[in-house]
């Protein structure tokens, strides 16, 4: 499969189910707070209980993998932070640019392109890297939308608490105590999960609608940078001194790579975060990775 191939076939869906919501949002007067607060404490819990508690993990690689994961979404939020201050954005807008400079789409997108770039071996390394960076991503963005209202103290009790990294922190609890729920809570669990993504996708597409896409900002080119360059060079580099090499180093590096997760849109709704901006942040971002992304699979596969 070619890279151009690859890349239709992953992020062709998820243009094409935003572009649904969109086309939905001009022609009905959806409650898009409603459907957001919908998947952010209930569906989101659901699939962050469904996807890591069967999660097999890769324990003989899982530091390097983590420390050079967390070293990538560090310094792009550090990158975004200074030069949205530098660009003079006030606070809120400067927390929004962080948050979608650190946290990248490693579920529906970075697992995919992972596996079809490796094969199916590769599954455990995404799996844990989707993880870690899932979990992080959630609790920074939880953390920066609460932070202007909440103060840094409650700030961080609020997204330890927050619905989808409870759900994340009970999944790894069963995980690791190797428990079986009752078919019936898994079956369950697993069908409230299936609707996230799907859900995620069309309120992005019909915020976009009503709050318009068209125009490039200065965000989106600050988040790409951040995002798109930064975060991948320096895992890269973070996971090649601590030893990680061929398709151990290039998921690494893939997962690094990925646009910003649809899920901070639904975060910036839940806590007012500039949810305009990072709808838009999030999609023009996705589109510059249309570019990207070619060039990271060249150079790890």
């Known amino acids: 499969m070619s890279v151009a191939e690859l890349l239709f076939n992953v992020m062709g869906p998820v243009v094409a189910v935003v572009a649904c919501g969109w086309v ?88 995919a392109i992972s596996v079809f770039a490796f094969g199916d071996e590769v599954t455990p390394i995404a799996a844990l890297l989707m993880i870690v960076i899932n979990m992080t991503g959630m609790t ?20 330890l608490t927050a619905p989808m990294t409870m759900a994340a922190g009970v999944a790894l609890i069963v995980n690791l105590t190797g428990w079986d729920p009752p078919v019936i809570a898994e ?47 320096v895992a890269w580099l973070v996971g090649t001194a601590l030893g990680l090499a061929d398709e151990t180093l290039g998921v690494l590096v893939l997962q690094s790579a990925m646009p910003p997760a649809v899920f901070c849109a639904v975060v910036a709704l839940e806590y007012d975060l500039e949810p305009a901006r990072v709808g838009r942040t999030v999609v023009g971002t996705t589109l510059l990775a249309l570019l990207t992304l070619p060039i990271a699979l060249i150079a790890v596969t």
């Open 140 to 159: 920074m963005g939880v953390a920066l939308g609460s932070l202007r209202t909440h103060g840094i103290r409650p700030a961080i009790q609020r997204s």
């Open 24 to 111: 939905a949002g001009r022609y009905k007067p959806f409650d898009v707070q409603t459907l957001s607060t919908l998947a952010f404490w209930v569906l989101g819990p659901a699939f962050a209980f469904d996807v890591f508690a069967d999660a097999e993990i890769a324990r003989e690689t899982v530091v390097a993998l983590v420390v050079a994961a967390l070293a990538g979404m560090a310094v792009a939020a550090a990158v975004g932070a200074v030069l949205a201050r530098v660009a003079s954005f006030e606070n809120a807008r400067r927390n929004a640019v962080m948050m979608t400079s650190a946290y990248g789409n490693v579920g529906n997108a970075g697992l």
């Open 187 to 233: 079956r369950s669990i697993a069908l409230v999960a299936g609707a996230l993504i799907p859900v995620m996708l069309l309120t992005l597409g019909m915020q976009l609608a009503q709050n318009g896409a068209s125009t490039p900002e200065l965000d989106m080119g600050v988040t790409g940078l951040a995002k798109l360059i930064v975060a991948p060079v």
